[in-house]
């Protein structure tokens, strides 16, 4: 059963804009969800993380909303840069942050 | 962060052999997990490797199959047993960080011909 659900697959904005990624999960126990960063050829890296405890977390242009009644996390790029063009996974785990249970992925594409 | 290093960095094997994945940390971690990365999908778990016990394995993934070591607390192997095409995926290993952040190799993108 699929847990974590995320959208859209693939994304693209203009350099500049702002990128936004939504991720919806099931499971209650869930409480703590990271964000990661994949590049071609390369394993995922952690871009920014957010415990229940919290609504919004930033960190430099990167951004994680969280609503906890809604079960719902969602990433914003701001002045998204052609840099920032990769894969982009939610995940969520519960208790362990190494037992991640991932999104389907998106696939940003920003335009110079 | 976490430097994890995995040997081989990607292979192509013939169906029915196996093939044996290391995972070198640059320091001492508990746990240890192996994710399989099938081409263009999601990352899924396959188990968990603790130091000093047996691994545990997520639902759909068997020890025979995908049997793992981990005789210390800074490297762990995953094998990959009688492959078939199915089983061409890329395979990372991850490492707990405090409780708080997980971290991954770059992956071993394995082809099974």
């Known amino acids: 059963q699929q847990q974590v659900k995320q959208s859209p697959q693939s994304l693209i904005v203009q350099k500049g804009g702002i990128s936004i990624i939504n991720c919806a999960y099931e499971n209650t126990a869930f409480d703590y969800f990271p964000w990661y960063q994949q590049f071609p050829g390369k394993g995922p890296a952690l871009l920014i993380a957010?415990?229940?405890?919290?609504s919004e977390k930033k960190e430099g242009r990167f951004t994680i909303s969280f609503n906890k009644s809604a079960k719902q996390f969602s990433l914003h790029i701001m002045d998204s840069q052609p840099g920032d063009s990769a894969t982009y996974f939610c995940?969520?785990?519960?208790?362990?942050?190494?037992?991640?249970?991932f999104g389907q992925g998106t696939t940003l594409q920003v335009k110079p | 962060s976490a430097v994890i290093s995995q040997k081989p960095s990607r292979d192509i094997c013939q169906r029915g052999t196996s093939l044996t994945i290391q995972c070198q940390v640059d320091?001492?971690?508990?746990?240890m997990f192996w994710y399989r990365q099938q081409p263009g999908q999601s990352l899924t778990l396959i188990a968990t490797a603790n130091q000093g016990s047996e691994a545990t394995y997520e639902s759909g993934f068997v020890i025979d199959k995908f049997p793992i070591s981990r005789p210390n607390l800074t490297f762990s192997t995953l094998t990959v047993s009688n492959m078939s095409p199915e089983d061409s995926s890329i395979y990372l290993c991850s490492v707990e960080r405090r409780n708080t952040e997980a971290f991954f190799g770059q992956g071993t993108r394995l082809t099974v011909v």
């Open positions: 320091s001492q971690v508990t746990m």
């Open positions: 957010i415990r229940p405890d919290v």
């Open positions: 995940a969520a785990a519960p208790h362990s942050a190494g037992k991640l249970i």
